[in-house]
């Protein structure tokens, strides 16, 4: 159903601010190693990603002619700002596009680089790579953090604990 895919990018969505929001505003910008990307980057991506696959969603193709990806992974430093910015324009579309939807186009079809798939092939596949990056994110603010993180998952030890209430199966909440 729709509403699953829906509920995913939401979780997602709340992970990635949990996480973002415990990084110092230099952190943001942070490159741990060679040839890495900083949460700012990889934000910078999932906007452009989301930006390009969402709008126009069930009439253009996904990989929009506007949108140069090969920009998104430049190293420039942002303000917090800017990242917020960024990130709350891709969330935007997303929204917006799938509350326009109904279970009944999960099998119309879409085109992503020209690729035809199914809006519920699509949508798996987009779930699938936020989900990637925003791992990317939290291991980096993990990192950043240092002994200042607040876990957004079950921290260590605390299985039984949380097994007792296990509330993020349930719907994401802020």
Do not use: C
């Amino acid at each position: 159903m729709l509403k699953d895919f829906i509920d995913e990018f939401e979780r997602y969505k709340i992970i990635g601010e949990k996480a973002i929001k415990q990084v110092s505003d230099e952190g943001l910008n942070a490159v741990i190693g060679p040839d890495n990307n900083s949460i700012a980057v990889i934000i910078r991506h999932i906007s452009g990603n989301l930006l390009s696959r969402f709008t126009g969603f069930l009439t253009t193709d996904g990989e929009k002619p506007w949108r140069n990806r090969d920009s998104e992974f430049d190293e420039i430093q942002y303000e917090r700002f800017e990242v917020e910015r960024m990130w709350a324009g891709g969330w935007e579309v997303v929204f917006k596009e799938l509350g326009a939807l109904t279970d009944a186009d999960l099998n119309s079809n879409v085109t992503i680089r020209g690729q035809e798939f199914t809006v519920h092939e699509a949508l798996a596949r987009s779930v699938a790579h936020i989900s990637y990056h925003v791992g990317q994110i939290v291991l980096l603010a993990r990192i950043l953090a240092s002994d200042e993180w607040e876990w957004i998952s079950i921290p260590k030890g605390g299985s039984r604990q949380y097994n007792q209430n296990p509330t993020m199966e349930k719907k994401p909440q802020n």
